[in-house]
């Protein structure tokens, strides 16, 4: 199957003591294909090449990859910097095949008749030890058989719950355990942060890991940063690490999502980030004016009608990172309705990127717009 990878490249010549030096270090992810294109070669590499990264793919998502699909190596860990010097590498974000990896799908052990297994979920969240199922009405019959075949094939996993929709003011998913041990209830590790959720009482996505990183990778040092719809603080946290000298302004309605927002930062030693339990409006109202150099808004159902209140906010020249859920066909024509937004407000937006982070629906993207403020 294909994959993103994060690739070195080196020139043919040096192609063999490259890959040498790379096993030596332990940074060659050795189930993906070597690529060659002209003079050059490009070898993949594994999660050690990229701080906090857990397997490979996540290392992809999170190098900081620009548009073009170069990536530069200030963002990477100091052994692939290393080979950078040593070997005159650069690297780049590329697809390729990948062998799978030995571990034990669930579909090989669950009990069903052969004609229902392909009906079946073929995959589902990991949040912590918690695994999250959607079922659609065909293999609803079937979900205490799935959940007990998640257990018995992941060890990670100790309890399994079905996924029946987000919904309410706070957007919370609901969710009905349907096997395993204790609550919903866990500590989810992302880019070397231990995040801890309430699945029952606040919303989490492993889903945009990539995301939160490729942002975090954005923020320069000593920058003014507000998290407008925190949660329980994937971005900040993020952010927080990556930039110390950068101070957070963190804002959730959701109080549970503040308690352990504020949790986080203490579980990972993170001392920039200070909390705030409110509505968004009215934290913006009692704010100075430009007293950011960056916004990430990420309530994407609702964010576009929180913009006039939060571009005040956003010194000249500073950052605004929105995202919204539209079909595709939309994603051009709402660049403009976000510019008027901004001339009603006095400001210029110039639209830096506009892109789908991921699949929402069979018709509809998950959208991020990165705004420059002017």
């Not at 606040?202 to 939160?212: I, W, Y």
């Not at 040092?221 to 957070?248: M, R, T, W």
């Not at 934290?283 to 004016?289: G, I, L, M, S, V």
Request: aromatic residues 6%.
């Amino acid at each position: 199957m294909s994959e993103p990878r994060l690739f070195a490249s080196v020139p043919r010549a040096r192609g063999e003591e490259s890959r040498k030096w790379l096993i030596e270090k332990g940074l060659l992810d050795l189930h993906a294909r070597t690529l060659s294109e002209g003079p050059l070669l490009f070898f993949p590499l594994c999660e050690l090449a990229v701080p906090g990264a857990a397997t490979p793919r996540e290392a992809a998502e999170g190098c900081g990859a620009r548009d073009d699909g170069t990536v530069d190596a200030g963002g990477l860990n100091p052994t692939a910097q290393s080979f950078a010097t040593h070997f005159g590498a650069t690297f780049a974000l590329r697809d390729t095949q990948v062998r799978a990896r030995a571990s034990q799908s669930y579909l090989n052990v669950v009990n069903v008749p052969p004609e229902v297994r392909a009906h079946l979920p073929q995959g589902f969240d990991q949040i912590g030890d918690i695994a999250v199922v959607k079922f659609d009405e065909e293999s609803r019959p079937y979900e205490p058989e799935v959940a007990r075949a998640i257990l018995a094939a992941y060890k990670g996993i100790r309890a399994v719950a079905a996924d029946e929709g987000v919904e309410g003011d706070l957007r919370v998913r609901t969710l009905r355990k349907l096997s395993g041990a204790g609550d919903l209830h866990t500590v989810h590790k992302e880019f070397g942060l231990h995040i801890e959720v309430d699945l029952e009482r606040v919303f989490f996505t492993p889903r945009l890991a990539g995301e939160r990183r490729r942002v975090a990778l954005m923020v320069a040092p000593y920058e003014h940063v507000l998290d407008a719809f925190a949660g329980v603080g994937p971005i900040s946290l993020q952010i927080a690490k990556l930039q110390p000298s950068v101070n957070l302004d963190a804002v959730d309605v959701n109080g549970a999502a503040v308690e352990l927002l504020r949790r986080n930062a203490e579980r990972n030693k993170l001392r920039n980030i200070t909390a705030h339990e409110a509505d968004f409006r009215a934290f913006a109202a009692a704010r100075k004016p430009a007293s950011y150099s960056r916004i990430v808004m990420n309530l994407p159902h609702r964010a576009k009608e929180f913009l006039p209140d939060a571009l005040p906010l956003v010194a000249r020249g500073g950052y605004l990172h929105l995202y919204q859920i539209l079909p595709l066909d939309q994603v051009l024509p709402e660049q403009g309705a976000l510019r008027r937004i901004g001339e009603a407000a006095g400001a210029k937006l110039t639209i830096l990127r506009a892109r789908p982070v991921k699949t929402y629906s069979p018709t509809d993207l998950y959208v991020v717009f990165d705004l420059r403020v002017d």
